[in-house]
């Protein structure tokens, strides 16, 4: 079922309730409350296996790909939960985005790359849309990447540079029309300069979209995102959020001991 009751009016694009994700009889993350506001950049930082990419893949259903994963607890979107029983896990994915750590096109050209996901997903030009060319050439603008491709557009996505795939793969999430787009450490494989460009995208885009990003860098969060969630784990390695907030406060005025030794450096 398509999920039609979501709400427009809310100010929070998502929120976890009680959030708890096992991967068989282990807890990788447990009780997790985030309200996510909607169209600004949120940053998920923290030590490494403390569940901050299985706490965003809970957020579009991806950890239901692991077979031995299952969640407890709540996420709405808009205000409903997407794990309810009659909500389309394909329909939750096509509304919440999401791009990876490696920057992994299609084997298809440029074009196709951003093309076939729309297709797929009952793209329709007419009187008063846009038609499939300009449809891409706008995703492909959103994603900067259109002045450096317009002109080779039927080359293989991955005869481009790693910088250049990553942003196809982001115009290639743009195309099925989403809003919010969570992003899995997307800088992490690129060079200083294809970073930057990533990073100011992530700024821009945030104009139209909900951005969630999870990094290890955290001058990258401090940089890019409006809200930092700092998560670590307990003595039974499960992960927990200990501080949420403007990134301006967690990284300058934290209130937790916890996140100060983080972002000072002290552990982690």
Same mark, same amino acid.
């Given at each position: 079922?398509?999920?039609?009751?979501?709400?427009?009016?809310?100010?929070?694009?998502?929120?976890?309730?009680?959030?708890?994700?096992?991967?068989?009889?282990?807890?990788?993350?447990?009780?997790?409350?985030?309200?996510?506001?909607?169209?600004?950049?949120?940053?998920?930082?923290?030590?490494?296996?403390?569940?901050?990419?299985?706490? *965003? #893949?809970?957020?579009?259903?991806?950890? %239901?790909?692991?077979?031995?994963?299952?969640?407890? /607890?709540?996420? &709405?979107?808009? $205000?409903?939960?997407?794990?309810?029983?009659?909500?389309?896990?394909?329909?939750?994915?096509?509304?919440?985005?999401?791009?990876?750590?490696?920057?992994?096109?299609?084997?298809?050209?440029?074009?196709?790359?951003?093309?076939?996901?729309?297709?797929?997903?009952?793209?329709?030009?007419?009187?008063?849309?846009?038609?499939?060319?300009?449809?891409?050439?706008?995703? *492909? #603008?959103?994603?900067?990447?259109?002045? %450096?491709?317009?002109?080779?557009?039927?080359?293989? /996505?991955?005869? &481009?540079?790693? $910088?250049?795939?990553?942003?196809?793969?982001?115009?290639?999430?743009?195309?099925?029309?989403?809003?919010?787009?969570?992003?899995?450490?997307?800088?992490?494989?690129?060079?200083?300069?294809?970073?930057?460009?990533?990073?100011?995208?992530?700024?821009?885009?945030?104009?139209?979209?909900?951005?969630?990003?999870?990094?290890?860098?955290?001058?990258?969060?401090?940089?890019?995102?409006?809200?930092?969630?700092?998560?670590?784990?307990?003595?039974?390695?499960?992960?927990?959020?200990?501080?949420?907030?403007?990134?301006?406060?967690?990284?300058?005025?934290?209130?937790?001991?916890?996140?100060?030794?983080?972002?000072?450096?002290?552990?982690?």
């Amino acid at each position: 079922m398509n999920m039609v009751s979501t709400d427009s009016n809310s100010k929070y694009a998502i929120q976890a309730n009680e959030l708890n994700v096992f991967y068989g009889d282990f807890r990788a993350v447990k009780d997790v409350n985030l309200s996510i506001e909607r169209k600004k950049v949120t940053a998920i930082i923290g030590p490494s296996g403390c569940g901050k990419s299985t706490v *965003l #893949r809970s957020f579009n259903r991806m950890n %239901e790909l692991v077979p031995s994963a299952r969640s407890e /607890g709540e996420v &709405l979107f808009l $205000g409903q939960n997407i794990y309810d029983r009659e909500v389309d896990p394909v329909e939750v994915r096509r509304r919440i985005g999401m791009v990876f750590q490696k920057p992994n096109p299609f084997t298809k050209s440029i074009y196709e790359n951003v093309a076939w996901g729309a297709r797929l997903n009952g793209f329709k030009s007419g009187i008063g849309q846009p038609s499939m060319d300009e449809w891409v050439e706008y995703c *492909l #603008r959103k994603a900067a990447l259109w002045d %450096e491709v317009k002109d080779k557009l039927g080359q293989s /996505g991955l005869s &481009l540079s790693g $910088g250049q795939q990553q942003r196809l793969c982001i115009a290639r999430a743009l195309a099925v029309s989403p809003q919010v787009i969570l992003m899995d450490e997307p800088a992490s494989a690129l060079d200083p300069i294809a970073t930057l460009k990533i990073e100011e995208l992530m700024r821009e885009l945030a104009e139209e979209y909900t951005i969630i990003v999870v990094t290890h860098n955290m001058q990258q969060a401090a940089r890019v995102s409006d809200y930092t969630a700092f998560f670590s784990m307990n003595e039974d390695r499960a992960g927990y959020l200990v501080e949420y907030g403007p990134t301006n406060q967690i990284f300058t005025r934290p209130q937790n001991q916890q996140t100060e030794d983080y972002v000072t450096g002290r552990f982690g």
